[in-house]
T-cell receptor, first 112, second 113 residues
Framework: KQEVTQIPAALSVPEGENLVLNCSFT??????LQWFRQDPGKGLTSLLL?????REQTSGRLNASLDKSSGRSTLYIAASQPGDSATYLC???????????FGQGTRLTINP | ETGVTQSPTHLIKTRGQQVTLRCSSQ?????VSWYQQALGQGPQFIFQ???????GRGNFPPRFSGLQFPNYSSELNVNALELDDSALYLC????????????FGSGTRLTVV
């Protein structure tokens, strides 16, 4: 059974810092990994999608890496801003119906 | 593209009642899946439809059922509502093929009292 873990569960940093969010998964046989952002009470916004054959993807100040062999992904946020405050979720897709298996998220707070 | 639209946004139901949640996906998105998200938790997979047929199901009882229609809309039906069914219900869709990521709707907040 695929399990996804995100550490830390919560993170609070001052504005302007670079930061890293971690995601680990137990089964390396994944098709891809997707990072999402969720604002309180809202739906999920896709940030980055990394295919299993890729090592990283970049979008603006965001960079996500994938190491399938070690079962890890990181989301790097450069020059953090208060508007980055949200819960960040990673999810892997594998097998069968290719459903998303989510971690519990990291709640990020950027202090002005 | 018009994104993924869910309705209603909020809903309050009484224990034992039945509820239908709706989702309208982007044109060409022939895969749709539904997730349940309890407060403070990651979303949990309920089931998935591909070209109007269910092709995957999570650990949810049969009182959770769904439909997908040819016009890229879908429904989640829950019978005999229980208090623990209170959650945010999310619809996600994508074109066929594993190379595509999922697009999520804004969700329906269901409260069972």
């Amino acid at each position: 059974k695929q399990e996804v873990t995100q550490i830390p569960a919560a993170l609070s940093v001052p504005e302007g810092e670079n930061l890293v969010l971690n995601c680990s998964f137990t089964d390396s046989a994944i098709y891809n990994l997707q990072w999402f952002r969720q604002d309180p009470g809202k739906g999920l916004t896709s940030l980055l999608l990394i295919q299993s054959s890729q090592r990283e993807q970049t979008s603006g100040r965001l960079n996500a890496s994938l190491d399938k062999s070690s079962g890890r992904s990181t989301l790097y946020i450069a020059a953090s801003q208060p508007g980055d405050s949200a819960t960040y979720l990673c999810a892997v897709v594998r097998g069968g119906a290719q459903k998303l298996v989510f971690g519990q998220g990291t709640r990020l707070t950027i202090n002005p | 593209e018009t994104g993924v639209t869910q309705s209603p946004t909020h809903l309050i139901k009484t224990r034992g009642q039945q509820v239908t949640l709706r989702c309208s996906s982007q044109s060409g998105h022939n895969t749709v899946s539904w997730y349940q998200q309890a407060l403070g938790q990651g979303p949990q997979f309920i089931f998935q439809y591909y070209r109007e047929e269910e092709n995957g199901r999570g650990n949810f009882p049969p009182r959770f059922s769904g439909l997908q229609f040819p016009n890229y809309s879908s429904e989640l039906n829950v019978n005999a509502l229980e208090l623990d069914d209170s959650a945010l219900y999310l619809c996600a869709s994508r074109p066929g093929g594993q190379i595509y990521g999922y697009t999520f709707g804004s969700g329906t907040r269901l409260t069972v009292v």
